[in-house]
């Protein structure tokens, strides 16, 4: 797991952080919420150095949020890939608030096409805050509290 000076704090965020916050740990999430799971795969796409993605892949997997399992294709020797464990795919709304946020106040002509869907009707998704019984609450009036 990371050792940032946040992984003991007390607070849930800095906590998240001391994972997430690694450079280039979001990304490769991303990619393997994409499907990307083998070694080059995210290497090829993200251009990481091998010996940092190498660490961060192992964080990763330290933290909870990948996990290795071993594959082995007719005639080749046994290699590993990176799959999102059950945390991993809580981290879900994460990465679509971020992407969210990226595309209404950073905007960019170029911007990629990255949207969360559902899976069975293709439909875009965003994210909301919601009381209990299903109605939303506009951003402006949600406070974060101590405590």
């Known amino acids: 797991m990371a050792t940032g000076s946040w992984i003991d704090d007390p607070c ?3 906590r998240t952080m001391s994972v997430l916050g690694q450079r280039w740990a979001v990304l490769i999430l991303r990619e393997a919420m994409l499907g990307r799971s083998r070694f080059s795969e995210f290497r090829k796409q993200l251009g990481i150095a091998s010996d940092v993605l190498s660490t961060r892949l192992s964080e990763l ?3 909870g949020i990948l996990e290795v399992v071993d594959y082995q294709e ?3 020797r046994v290699r590993s890939r990176y799959v999102l464990t059950e945390a991993g795919h809580d981290l879900a709304p994460v990465l679509a608030a971020l992407g969210q946020w990226g595309h209404d106040h950073l ?3 170029g911007s990629s096409g990255y949207r969360f869907v559902e ?7 965003a994210l909301r805050f919601g009381r209990r019984d299903g109605s939303s ?3 402006p009036r949600v406070s974060l509290v101590g405590g």
């Not at 899976?119 to 998704?125: H, R, V, W």
């Open 12 to 14: 849930p965020i800095a």
């Open 74 to 76: 007719p005639g080749d």
């Open 61 to 63: 997997v330290d933290a």
């Open 137 to 139: 609450v506009p951003v």
């Open 107 to 109: 905007t960019h002509p």
């Open 119 to 125: 899976a069975d009707t293709g439909e875009p998704l």
